[in-house]
């Protein structure tokens, strides 16, 4: 996974996700029930769990594991030999790669990720579009945007149905690059240490020397 594809990860919508989901939809969107559904099912969930499957720009593939904790918590942690590691603590998101001398840190909202941990969900009435709200290979779709800047990037967020769970979520920023998400295995209501959502890398200034 590349600097570039890590960063149309993390801030692929920019400003869009600062608004943190409480986005704005026209009147026809909001009694739109899939698009109450998805608000409801965010909003029930606390804790989560899940092996994850990322492909990225350029064909490379990695896994990890997802653990979220509602509300502010999260961490993707990559499988060997990756070393790369993203924890949001509640208030900002640290990625961290030893290996490739990589270190950076971002407020929560600025992620493209930030909908699995935003308390409330807020869907109907704010500043975000749902451009489309569709059904393929036996998902709910949603495609969301910023209604202001919709050129700065779009969030696909995948959910199977009855019942209702998260299988992924495609990431396009303002370039076209796209970082597809799919989840395995996904479990709620787990038990979660908080030490899974504070940063537990070096130095900053060690990673950018190489770890020495």
Do not use: C
Not at 66 to 81: A, I, K, N, Q
Not at 105 to 120: D, H, M, N, R, Y
């Amino acid at each position: 996974m590349n600097i570039r594809s890590r960063r149309t990860f993390l801030v692929g919508l920019g400003a869009a996700t600062a608004a943190g989901f409480s986005g704005s939809f026209a009147s026809a969107q909001t009694a739109n029930p899939d698009v109450a559904a998805v608000e409801r099912y965010f909003n029930n969930l606390r804790t989560m769990q899940a092996r994850f499957v990322q492909s990225n720009p350029g064909g490379t593939v990695v896994q990890g594991t997802l653990s979220v904790r509602r509300p502010g918590r999260m961490r993707f942690e990559y499988d060997p030999p990756s070393q790369l590691k993203i924890v949001a603590d509640g208030s900002q998101v640290t990625m961290w790669d030893i290996a490739n001398r990589d270190f950076g840190q971002w407020p929560i909202g600025w992620t493209a990720a930030s909908f699995l941990v935003k308390e409330p969900m807020v869907l109907q009435g704010g500043d975000l579009t749902v451009e489309k709200v569709e059904r393929a290979d036996g998902m709910l779709q949603l495609t969301l945007s910023q209604a202001r800047k919709p050129q700065e990037g779009k969030v696909i967020v995948r959910l199977a149905e009855n019942p209702m769970v998260l299988r992924g979520w495609t990431i396009i920023d303002n370039r076209g690059q796209r970082v597809d998400v799919s989840l395995n295995g996904l479990q709620t209501g787990v038990q979660l240490a908080d030490s899974l959502f504070k940063f537990d890398g070096p130095d900053a200034s060690i990673i950018r020397r190489g770890g020495r």
